[in-house]
């Protein structure tokens, strides 16, 4: 028997404008909605959409030697790598194969890491067992992706932002982090956002 799938915060809100769900990575995730894939991507590629990521894991890692334990399991160098800045990483085994790869980002006095949505426990307790004298905190938060050439112009606040970067600031009154990396291929944000406020 199959395990129940997992829901995001904004799972009511997908029902409710129409969005045929399907199971994707142990979650009941949106495929489309009634206009279409061509509508979605043509007005995505033409204009700013929004994209439900929220099964994806946000960690927050703290504790002593922080960079320097993390060094040891993604092979990133942290001596000149500056607060505020995103960089594509790999999660590494004990061998130095890699497990998975991740988009990491320096805070200042934590680091922040998004895994993928299928390997999220499994790659915490992989960061947990090869970095021992860390915390780590799997966030409870939506993560929900603008993408768009007119990403910038609806994210006014942070239109300064550069690519690959992030930075923690309120937005409509609530704290939240956003990051700018566009992985549709086109600009965009990221923001984490706690799940009551998605």
Known sequence: MSAALQRTPLHALHLELGARMVPFAGYEMPVQYADGLKAEHLWTREQAGLFDVSHMGQLRVRGWELHASLERVLPVDFAAWPAGLQKYSLLLNEAGGIED??????????????????????????????????????????????????????????????????????????????????????????????????
């Open 101 to 198: 790869d991740l988009m990491v980002t320096r805070l200042a006095d934590e680091v922040a890491i998004v895994v993928n949505a299928a390997c999220k426990e499994r790659d915490l307790a992989r960061l947990r067992a090869l970095c021992p004298g860390l915390e780590f905190t799997l966030l409870d938060h939506a993560l929900i992706a603008l993408q768009g050439p007119r990403a910038r112009e609806v994210l006014a606040e942070a239109a300064d932002l550069k690519f690959m970067h992030a930075r923690c600031m309120r937005f409509a009154g609530i704290g939240c982090c956003l990051s700018r990396s566009g992985y549709t291929g086109e600009d965009g944000f990221e923001i984490s956002v706690p799940n009551k406020f998605a």
